[in-house]
């Protein structure tokens, strides 16, 4: 549900400059500097807190937006996310408008998760594998987490690929408890 009104909010940002990607770019790299905002703790509780008044909130991405050198626009935009109650979303939609604009580009952005580190020619060939299923230019994103055991996770987007060892023992301990 959240990735759906995330992306409603990445659509009616984008139509605000007219699908324009160098425009969009340029709005969502001073968009990133309110993401960072989310990284750090205390400012993360201060701007998900339902108890926290909604001008402090502004305030603190006020700041941040002006170390991303944001225009009015961006401005008014996260302004509007304060008004309507929606601070908390604003990391995902930052990831939504990033996906739009990767789309609009022919381009997909992949996050890889594997149990060990891969190789660079194992990159290249997952590359090549996912552009000739998606038909479009693939970024990848490599991660490392033990705790899948083996095999890979791959997200694209709202899109799950999971390939872990993991995930297939837990199927597994699932259709043996029925």
Not at 62 to 76: C, I, Q
Not at 148 to 172: C, F, Q, W
């Amino acid at each position: 549900m959240i990735a759906i009104i995330a992306k409603r909010y990445a659509r009616a940002f984008f139509k605000l400059f007219g699908h324009d990607t160098a425009q969009a770019q340029r709005h969502i790299m001073a968009l990133s500097s309110v993401r960072s905002l989310f990284a750090l703790d205390d400012a993360r509780r201060v701007l998900v807190s339902p108890v926290m008044p909604a001008k402090l909130k502004q305030q603190l991405l006020d700041y941040a937006l002006d170390l991303g050198k944001a225009d009015e626009l961006v401005r008014h935009f996260i302004g509007t996310l304060v008004e309507a109650r929606r601070v908390e979303l604003i990391p995902t939609i930052i990831t939504a408008c990033e996906d739009l604009l990767n789309e609009m580009k022919g381009r997909l952005q992949a996050v890889v998760v594997t149990a060990v580190p891969l190789a660079p020619p194992e990159l290249e060939s997952l590359r090549a594998q996912l552009q000739e299923t998606f038909a479009k230019k693939v970024d990848i994103k490599p991660e490392v987490n033990a705790d899948i055991l083996g095999g890979m996770v791959v997200r694209i987007g709202y899109r799950l690929i999971d390939l872990s060892i993991k995930s297939r023992l837990n199927a597994l301990t699932t259709s043996a408890a029925l």
